[in-house]
């Protein structure tokens, strides 16, 4: 095999049309030797070529004669003295951090361990086991593809409605997506999925993580699988078990036409990305790829004792950020899915991890500096889960411009709300308004919030409120993983039920949790799935379930198919409401030039909320009057959008509570657009009321009116 010195960047196997140019970083390395395989059942390499030159901390080597498809891995040569921080062991075949395509997921065995499993001396002593049978296998991808007239919709955030999903789970079991595209990025990028999408009037697909993962041993032990994926082994590598075809290009190909078909349906592409740690766990994980390649770069280890791992995401590692390669291994990788991938926008998992200098979380991190400063990565929509399990890592409200935050106080504060127990009024109010409480302080606006009820981790929205308890026993850990208690609403009855007076209910309260989420100030996320009524059984921690507890069952009866079109009305009615997407917080004053502020919020009587209101425990009922006067946003010619005055009734009382509507320039009469208690309106049932009126709200519903000149109906 012909070999030349090549070039140290860029780093992993890059085909130029000529040949492939191999780049591994690897600053204690003492040497490195590249692995040719000619399949992938292969249980040994064919070829084993030391890459010949080494510069900055680069080992790098050009073939002429390798193509794209060859599949290779890495050994690299060096100490293993786990007291130092050095694991290197040539007998492990490891995986280009910086592949492009994983065409061989990892099989387990005692060989993919860098020291001898079951040792007295535990991880102390090496294993000279060849794993080369069962380690991953890369490919070298030729990236050129046809993009065509792909444009980003590039929407903006005050426009951006979510939907979190997962690639396989949504369309597996979808009937109108063609069967063998099912479960794939094909499948999503299916006719079916895609008017499905635009159906429900989302404009983004946040997708779980597609970065190739690791199934963890102890869950293929068991007959399941990391189904979620949040196991990363390559941050540049599509999935294959979501692809349709199986060769390494064709999962790149598959991926970026999925991409391009939901672009031209105007949904933005939001990936789940997990850079915070990857699959090889802690000092007893196995030796996959980072570990084995530099150990000391890769990972934070313990400063007194590096044998460990600092741990701030309860999966064994953290990767180390203070270490320039580290961050430029995460900045190269989203510069890869942006500008070859196309993709729009990231959620980065764990988030405050990444944070974290030294011990506390640093909000003014190399990361967050070096995002600031790229011209690429700072285009783009950037979410963060805005905590991690370290101590200080609750950092909701405290990450700095560009980025927006899952927002977990709004997902508490409507949860407990609803479920009548720990959320006054006044907090629901907060978060109705945008929180301005944890975003106006640093610049950011409404849209710097994330809002959701509901997300992939934990109970879906329909055993939100039928369970009190988990029931995760299908996971084989004896119920005990997972969030111990949901302080539920399931109206005495856990679990399905035949009484169609407790489903009806169950019913308005998942319609309430969707009302409220889609009719609050910032950006809505709906957790797939959750607009059919999805349920997981009451387990709350679904990330081994690839089958039917984690996918989608698209048998709709009527109360479901009902719900999916409450939540299309949901979105149509925020698409026409433009006050409802106000780009600014609200102030609460008068306006000096039409004379009348841009929200009132009132007590069920009409009066304004007064101190004494706010403090009131029992309330538990609230008016917002959200005048035309408020809207803030402008067409193509800068012209402000039209649109009406609105007020919304909340009430979380059991009773029925009257609310008087009041009045207002534009707002004699009130016409009733929507209402949780009564969905859709019956046949016959009032629609118009005069200000000064009594509206009699059902216990725990939600109602939303506009201005109207129209004449009341009784």
Not at 165 to 194: K, N, Q
Not at 316 to 333: A, E, F, K, W
């Amino acid at each position: 095999m012909r070999v030349w010195p090549g070039q140290p960047f860029p780093l992993g196997a890059t085909w130029d049309g000529l040949g492939v140019n191999f780049s591994l970083f690897s600053e204690s390395a003492e040497r490195v030797e590249l692995c040719l395989f000619d399949g992938v059942d292969d249980e040994r390499e064919s070829e084993r070529v030391p890459l010949p030159d080494y510069d900055e901390h680069v080992w790098h080597g050009y073939f002429p004669d390798v193509r794209p498809g060859q599949l290779y891995g890495y050994r690299v040569h060096g100490p293993y003295d786990p007291s130092r921080g050095l694991r290197f062991n040539p007998a492990k075949l490891l995986a280009d951090p910086y592949a492009k395509t994983v065409v061989r997921a990892t099989r387990w065995d005692d060989a993919m361990f860098g020291y001898r499993v079951g040792g007295e001396r535990e991880d102390l002593d090496p294993d000279a086991r060849d794993n080369a049978a069962f380690a991953p296998l890369s490919a070298v991808v030729d990236a050129a593809y046809e993009w065509s007239d792909d444009r980003r919709p590039r929407t903006p955030w005050h426009r951006t409605v979510i939907y979190e999903t997962h690639v396989r789970g949504f369309t597996l079991r979808h009937p109108d997506v063609p069967e063998e595209l099912r479960g794939t990025y094909a499948g999503i990028a299916s006719e079916a999925a895609i008017e499905y999408l635009t159906a429900l009037g989302v404009t983004a697909v946040e997708l779980m993580p597609v970065h190739h993962h690791v199934d963890d041993r102890h869950l293929v032990e068991r007959g399941l699988t990391n189904y979620w994926g949040y196991n990363t082994l390559s941050f540049f590598s599509p999935d294959a078990r979501y692809a349709s075809r199986t060769g390494g290009g064709d999962v790149v190909r598959e991926f970026k036409m999925m991409v391009r078909a939901l672009h031209a349906a105007g949904l933005e592409v939001i990936l789940d990305v997990v850079y915070n740690h990857t699959a090889e766990g802690n000092h007893l994980g196995p030796t996959l790829s980072l570990r084995g390649i530099d150990n000391r770069t890769y990972y934070r280890l313990v400063p007194d004792d590096p044998r460990y791992y600092m741990d701030f995401t309860g999966c064994g590692n953290t990767l180390n950020m203070q270490h320039p390669q580290v961050l430029r291994m995460i900045m190269d990788s989203l510069r890869y899915w942006i500008e070859e991938m196309h993709v729009d926008g990231f959620r980065f998992d764990l988030a405050s991890a990444l944070a974290r200098e030294l011990y506390e979380v640093d909000k003014l991190g190399s990361f967050f500096d070096i995002i600031h400063q790229d011209p690429v990565i700072s285009r783009v929509k950037l979410i963060a889960e805005p905590w991690d399990l370290g101590e200080g890592g609750y950092q909701v409200g405290k990450f700095p411009v560009l980025w927006t935050e899952w927002n977990g106080r709004y997902r508490d504060a409507v949860r407990g709300f609803w479920h009548g127990n720990g959320c006054s009024v006044g907090e629901l109010a907060t978060r109705l308004a945008g929180s301005s409480d944890l975003y106006e302080h640093s610049g950011r606006k409404p849209s710097a919030s994330i809002n959701f009820v509901t997300c992939h981790d934990g109970f879906t929205l329909r055993d939100l409120v039928s369970y009190d308890h988990k029931h995760n026993e299908a996971n084989g850990e004896g119920n005990r993983d997972g969030e111990s208690h949901n302080r539920s609403w399931n109206c005495g009855v856990e679990g399905q039920t035949d009484d169609p007076a407790v489903s009806a209910l169950r019913l308005r309260q998942s319609r309430n949790f969707l009302a409220t989420l889609m009719f609050s100030l910032g950006v809505p996320m709906i957790s797939g799935g959750d607009e059919i009524g999805r349920t997981q059984g009451g387990n709350n921690n679904a990330y081994c379930q690839d089958g039917p507890i984690g996918w989608y069952d698209w048998d709709l009866d009527a109360d479901r198919a009902g719900l999916l079109d409450f939540v299309r009305r949901l979105n149509a009615i925020r698409r026409d409401q433009p006050v409802l997407r106000r780009r600014a917080f609200f102030d609460g004053r008068t306006s000096e030039e039409v004379g009348s502020k841009d929200i009132y919020w009132l007590h069920p009587e009409g009066h304004e909320m007064t101190g004494k209101d706010w403090a009131d425990a029992e309330l538990r009922s609230l008016g917002a009057m959200l005048t035309a006067e408020a809207i803030d946003e402008v067409d193509d010619r800068g012209r402000r959008l039209r649109g009406d005055t609105l007020f919304l009734t909340v009430n979380g009382r059991s009773e029925a509570r009257p609310f008087v509507l009041p009045g207002a320039a534009d707002a004699g009469r009130w016409e009733r657009m929507l209402d949780t208690a009564n969905d859709p309106l019956t046949r016959g049932a009032r629609r118009v009321w005069r200000a000064g009126e009594r509206f009699r709200a059902a216990g725990r519903s939600v109602a939303l009116f506009r201005a109207t000149d129209r004449e009341p109906t009784t």
